[in-house]
């Protein structure tokens, strides 16, 4: 680590108080609990270089952060797909009923999202960030935070519940129609 002797307590400090909300965010940023472990060591191996000149250290959530938004975008970028191969398909009880969707199928689904859309959605929905935070920590503008942000909504209610909404009807009226 290349903190400082005199800044090491501080940033110490810090990493031992926002770890955990930070390993939450990484894993909702990569849906895998080992990429979040790395995104979140690298991204504070980053930070710690640049400990020192964090004018305000109480603000080095935010930034800690953004850099692991942009470490986690540069690595979608670089890292190829996977698939898994699976020999069956586990039974699934058919229910009359639609249930809630759980925790797994919510990870699930957001990890069908493209990278920079499901950083949005978290950042506004998990995080609490405005639109215009959100956009700072992105580094994009606010109309790109609230199209990836509901673009992304869009595509989590469809993965989460598949059934078609029922088609709209057009209602056309003729003056014989009225009263």
Request: charged share 25%; net charge positive; proline share 7%.
């Given at each position: 680590?290349?903190?400082?002797a005199e800044d090491?307590?501080?940033?110490?400090?810090?990493?031992?108080?926002?770890?955990?909300?930070?390993?939450?965010?990484?894993?909702?940023?990569?849906?895998?609990?080992?990429?979040?472990?790395?995104?979140?060591?690298?991204?504070?191996?980053k930070?710690?270089?640049?400990?020192?000149?964090?004018?305000?250290?109480?603000?080095?959530?935010?930034?800690?952060?953004?850099?692991?938004?942009?470490?986690h975008?540069?690595?979608r970028?670089r890292r190829?797909?996977?698939?898994?191969?699976?020999?069956?398909?586990?039974?699934?009880?058919?229910?009359?009923?639609?249930?809630?969707?759980r925790?797994?199928?919510?990870?699930?689904?957001?990890?069908h999202?493209?990278?920079?859309?499901?950083?949005?959605?978290v950042?506004r929905f998990?995080?609490?960030?405005?639109e215009?935070?959100?956009?700072?920590?992105m580094?994009?503008?606010l109309?790109?935070v609230?199209?990836?942000?509901?673009?992304?909504?869009?595509?989590?209610?469809?993965?989460l519940?598949?059934?078609?909404?029922?088609?709209?009807?057009?209602?056309?009226t003729?003056?014989?129609?009225?009263?």
């Amino acid at each position: 680590m290349s903190v400082r002797a005199e800044d090491r307590d501080s940033f110490t400090a810090f990493v031992q108080e926002w770890s955990p909300p930070l390993m939450r965010v990484a894993f909702l940023l990569t849906g895998d609990r080992g990429l979040a472990e790395d995104l979140l060591q690298s991204s504070l191996e980053k930070v710690s270089r640049r400990w020192r000149h964090l004018a305000d250290q109480q603000m080095a959530y935010g930034y800690v952060r953004r850099v692991m938004v942009n470490t986690h975008i540069s690595w979608r970028r670089r890292r190829a797909v996977t698939e898994v191969l699976v020999d069956t398909w586990p039974d699934v009880a058919a229910d009359d009923e639609p249930r809630p969707p759980r925790a797994g199928q919510a990870l699930a689904a957001l990890s069908h999202l493209p990278p920079r859309m499901r950083t949005a959605v978290v950042l506004r929905f998990h995080e609490g960030l405005t639109e215009a935070e959100t956009a700072q920590a992105m580094g994009c503008s606010l109309g790109s935070v609230k199209s990836q942000a509901s673009r992304g909504l869009a595509r989590l209610r469809e993965h989460l519940d598949p059934t078609p909404a029922p088609p709209r009807r057009s209602v056309t009226t003729t003056r014989e129609d009225l009263p």
